[in-house]
């Protein structure tokens, strides 16, 4: 593809995959100038969406070889499942860039376009889209970026114009990386709906749990981002308050027996942060305690 940075902005952008990521990526792109040509999803209404969000220009494509004929670089937004399967069956060309956008896979899902001539590259933003977010900007957002130089060269320079940061991640490194995004992101929301099943279970709406939580929420990942990790642990682990984990323990296994392991392996977690800071006598009574739960929950479940 051509990557002279001067005409970065004439260069025709294609989306295969018209789902959430595309829902932001493209509309910013589009407000940074890039020339957002067309989008093809296996849903036609979902390409139509796309691309009234962006303008007229914009056109919704029957076929995804039909968009790849006529752009010079496509991103494939489809699943992470499907990327390659989308790639094989595309006929691709010299002088263009293929992308696609998942965190779990390196720029190897897309050897069929690159064993066509294309440059092949990955491009992951380190954020999170749902369904509502086609408003949400990608200023500040670091980009995984992974694949042949020329194509890095260039979505370098397109992050830059987003207002993002790019960040170098080797591709023996992705997967690693990509589960250090799922625990920062899918996970936390998974503990947090744990949490908020235990206001479900003593008469509260999600959505008021949620309210008495935020301020929790909010105020914890700020310090965690302004002080660091170690800083940022409170609770009966960290005070060493033994009696107050066994009353949790008993209190699970009289009302939420299905939370006890999960809470014991993330109290296993925290423990093992807290060991950075200090050894001490009660902290391994909290960690044999928390063990022989989880070893009674196995015990339990194959009896
Ligand atoms: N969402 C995030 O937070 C996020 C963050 C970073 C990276 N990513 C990456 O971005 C990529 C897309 O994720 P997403 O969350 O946007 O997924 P998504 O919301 O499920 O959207 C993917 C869309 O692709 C379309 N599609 C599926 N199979 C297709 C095919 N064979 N050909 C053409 N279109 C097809 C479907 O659209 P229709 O059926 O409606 O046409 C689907 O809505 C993934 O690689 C993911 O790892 C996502």
Not at 23 to 35: E, K, Q
Not at 89 to 107: E, F, L
Not at 274 to 302: F, N, Y
Request: charged share 20%; with cysteine.
């Amino acid at each position: 593809m051509c990557d002279v940075e001067n005409e970065i902005n004439s260069e025709k952008i294609g989306f295969i995959g018209a789902g959430k990521i595309c829902r932001t990526l493209a509309p910013n792109l589009n407000s940074a100038g890039f020339n957002i040509h067309g989008v093809y999803s296996s849903n036609k209404s979902s390409s139509h969406n796309i691309c009234k969000l962006i303008s007229n220009e914009c056109k919704p494509y029957q076929t995804p070889q039909e968009l790849v004929d006529n752009c010079d670089l496509i991103f494939i937004t489809t699943p992470d499942d499907s990327i390659q399967k989308v790639t094989e069956s595309i006929k691709w060309r010299g002088n263009m860039g293929v992308v696609h956008c998942s965190g779990a896979g390196t720029s190897f899902w897309l050897y069929k376009a690159k064993s066509d001539g294309a440059s092949v590259a990955s491009y992951h933003p380190l954020q999170t889209f749902s369904n509502d977010n086609s408003d949400i900007t990608l200023k500040n957002v670091y980009f995984a970026i992974e694949g042949d130089l020329s194509l890095i060269e260039y979505l370098k320079n397109v992050t830059d114009k987003l207002g993002g940061f790019p960040l170098s991640i080797a591709s023996e490194h992705k997967l690693l990386y990509h589960v250090s995004a799922f625990m920062s992101c899918g996970l936390i929301a998974t503990v947090i709906g744990k949490a908020v099943d235990i206001w479900k279970s003593i008469g509260y709406s999600e959505k008021q749990a949620l309210d008495f939580l935020t301020p929790l929420m909010e105020q914890t990942i700020h310090n965690v981002s302004q002080n660091g990790v170690l800083d940022s642990l409170t609770g009966p682990i960290s005070r060493g308050d033994i009696g107050t984990i066994k009353g949790h323990i008993d209190s699970l296994k009289k009302h939420k027996p299905s939370l006890l392991s999960t809470y014991c392996a993330l109290s296993l977690a925290n423990i093992s942060i807290e060991l950075e800071r200090k050894t001490d006598k009660t902290l391994e009574e909290i960690e044999l305690l928390l063990k022989s739960t989880i070893s009674a929950i196995h015990t339990e479940s194959v009896a």
